[in-house]
DNA sequence: TTGGCTGCAAAGGCTTTGCACGCTC
DNA sequence: GAGCGTGCAAAGCCTTTGCAGCCAA
């Protein structure tokens, strides 16, 4: 009892969820889908597409940039993934870690992203859209600022220009 | 005493603070900088790049796509312009009518926007940071919803779809 | 007169797409 | 075998930049 066919291979929860999402659509588990997902998996943080698609090439892939931003898109669109900004003006993703949403904290000197959760809120946007008769749907919140070892380093005019050049 | 030469002609006040922040930096206030200005303070809401241009086209100009963005980039750093992304991957820009501060709630189906104001969410921002150790220096909130006018018309694909492209 | 400013066109950075071949189901 | 998936290269979109002439101060 309890025996798993030696032909099927072991996944990761991940692999499973994707394939369910895959399957239902009609759409096939390739091996470059898999190694995205994996790839994704292993390291932990934020990235955007070209580090990854450096990292699959580095792990000895012949992945294209093309199947990453494709593949990118499925995970988002299957909720594995979630896409952000940061600020700047091409994507960020990071895997979704189990269910949890948060926000991000972000130093505008060295970049450190901190994450946070805040169930009030969560509520306060609630009761905006309450307020204004809308459906929430989705949301973000990105606060800039400088971390604890960044505060009173950074030059005043360089922050105050990149704040001028946030994409949010 | 108090008299006004006749050859200064009578500015808005929006083009006064414009020229004071140009002096700061000896910048020139030119024709073209202040058609720019006159443009988007003439017009309400929210708007990009193209747009501004095409209505500077319009208005009989020979404004260049270039000096669009770069006086968009000087208005933004003088405060007189936000800059807002409102889940695009490109740039919207707003008139910083007064020194409100607000956020945004932006409909999924027909793009619509409203903004809103919360004492109570820019305190929750403050306690967040300061339970990090950030200093607070810029925040960006966007609420993406069905208006009321759209909840129950619209395609839950299409906005599904629509969620995951947003550049947030 | 002296920088800064402008239009033009070209270049840049990120992302998407057309196409012919390849592989999963 | 059918149809989706892939790599490649080209195209797309928005934005920035180099340059020669122009203009505000």
């Known amino acids: ?41 292993q390291r932990e ?14 792990a000895g892939g012949n992945i294209s940039r093309a199947t990453v931003y494709r593949t990118l898109d499925l995970l988002v669109q299957s909720g594995l993934v979630r896409k952000n900004s940061l600020g700047a003006s091409h994507a960020n993703y ?19 992203v901190v994450e946070f959760y805040r169930p009030d809120i969560e509520n306060l ?15 973000s919140l990105q606060i800039f600022g400088l971390c604890p070892g960044c505060t009173g380093q950074a030059d005043e005019g360089t922050i105050r220009n990149r704040v001028a050049q946030l994409h949010t």
């Open 1 to 41: 009892m309890g025996h798993v066919p030696e032909s099927r291979k072991a996944r990761s929860a991940e692999a499973a969820r994707f394939e369910v999402f895959l399957r239902s659509r009609k759409l096939k588990l390739t091996g470059e889908r898999l190694a995205v997902l994996a790839s994704i998996f």
């Open 125 to 139: 946007q609630e009761q905006i859209c309450a307020a204004h008769g809308f459906k929430l749907i989705h949301h």
């Open 94 to 112: 990071e895997a979704a870690q189990g269910d949890e949403h948060h926000d991000h904290l972000i130093c505008l000197n060295c970049s450190q």
């Open 45 to 58: 943080s934020h990235f955007d597409a070209e580090t990854l698609h450096a990292h699959l090439r580095t």
